[in-house]
């Protein structure tokens, strides 16, 4: 599928977090040890680029649906750009 300019490979599925994020190690990580210390287990993850070092987008299925709280601490992640809550 192709979500803006990015070709990513994902089921769309349930609840989704989108997050656009600076392409680098240490974001993803500690993405998914907010939503780890939050008890919300996640179902699949996909990354999609254009180019290396640019900007990257991140869909993490996760089975429940999370607070604004949670998408904040994500939002709050140096490197992320901005993250949302998808529910189908």
Same mark, same amino acid.
């Given at each position: 599928?192709?979500?803006?300019?990015?070709?990513?490979?994902?089921?769309?599925?349930?609840?989704?977090?989108?997050?656009?994020?600076?392409?680098?190690?240490?974001?993803? +990580?500690?993405?998914?040890?907010?939503? +780890?210390?939050?008890?919300?287990?996640?179902?699949?993850?996909?990354?999609?680029?254009?180019?290396?070092? +640019?900007?990257?987008?991140?869909?993490?299925?996760?089975?429940?649906?999370?607070?604004?709280?949670?998408?904040?601490?994500?939002?709050?992640?140096? +490197?992320?750009?901005?993250?949302?809550?998808?529910?189908?």
């Amino acid at each position: 599928m192709q979500i803006d300019e990015y070709r990513i490979d994902v089921v769309p599925s349930g609840y989704m977090i989108v997050a656009k994020h600076e392409d680098r190690p240490n974001i993803i +990580g500690p993405c998914c040890m907010i939503l +780890g210390k939050n008890n919300t287990n996640i179902a699949g993850m996909q990354v999609g680029r254009i180019t290396r070092g +640019g900007e990257a987008i991140m869909v993490l299925n996760i089975d429940s649906e999370v607070s604004d709280r949670i998408l904040d601490e994500i939002r709050a992640v140096d +490197g992320i750009i901005d993250a949302k809550l998808v529910v189908l």
